[in-house]
């Protein structure tokens, strides 16, 4: 990876257990993707750099690593973080239901005025197991100040798309 960059974002990815948020970033650090519920990687983070413009942003991704339970996380991992993608999965409402808790959790550990969250629908080529209608999670996160989007970490929707979105809104809020 290079070593140069302009600008370094911690991002964290929180959500319930199951939704998909390791292999979202499995797919977008490495393009690729983990059958298995329990995830190998446990990794704390990982890092990719993405351009907008001339600069060169690092972004710091934090994967719950199994403590996704509702408030078995620590403060560590919300330290710092300037972005949060926040993922729930379009088949299962519960995972939807639960956004509210993870929102509070999130503005409970960090300055709820500058950090940019994003709402995301993963798995959305299971279409035909699908309980949360889009129309539904978009005016959530239009009444949240929040993007919104729908991804599949599996068929690699929209995920590189989610993470430029989220950086660009950074970007544009910090500089
Ligand atoms: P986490 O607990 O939020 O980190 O979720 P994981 O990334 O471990 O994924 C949980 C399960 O959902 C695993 O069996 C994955 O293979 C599966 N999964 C994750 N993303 C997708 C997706 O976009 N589509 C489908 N069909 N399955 C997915
Ligand atoms: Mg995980």
New binding site residues.
């Given amino acids: 990876m290079d070593t140069e960059y302009d600008y370094l974002y911690k991002i964290v990815?929180i959500?319930?257990?199951?939704?998909?948020?390791?292999?979202?970033?499995?797919r977008f650090t490495r393009n690729e993707?983990?059958?298995?519920?329990?995830?190998t990687i446990g990794v704390e983070f990982s890092q990719k750099n993405l351009k907008i413009g001339e600069k060169t942003i690092r972004i710091q991704i934090w994967?719950?690593a199994?403590q996704?339970r509702f408030r078995a996380i620590t403060s560590t991992y919300y330290r710092g973080a300037i972005g949060a993608l926040l993922?729930y999965?379009i088949c299962n409402h519960n995972s939807f239901d639960h956004i509210d808790r993870w929102l509070k959790e999130l503005r409970d550990h960090v300055d709820p005025e500058s950090v940019i969250v994003m709402l995301v629908g993963?798995?959305?080529?299971?279409e035909e197991k699908r309980a949360v209608r889009p129309e539904d999670a978009l005016s959530f996160s239009q009444r949240n100040s929040m993007a919104f989007m729908e991804?599949?970490?599996?068929?690699s929707?929209n995920i590189e798309q989610a993470f430029e979105k989220l950086v660009s809104l950074i970007y544009e809020e910090t500089i």
């Fill in positions: 990815l959500g319930d257990s199951g939704v998909g948020k390791s292999n979202i970033l499995l993707f983990n059958k298995e519920s329990k995830s994967d719950t199994g996704d993922v999965d993963n798995k959305c080529d299971l991804t599949s970490a599996l068929e929707t």
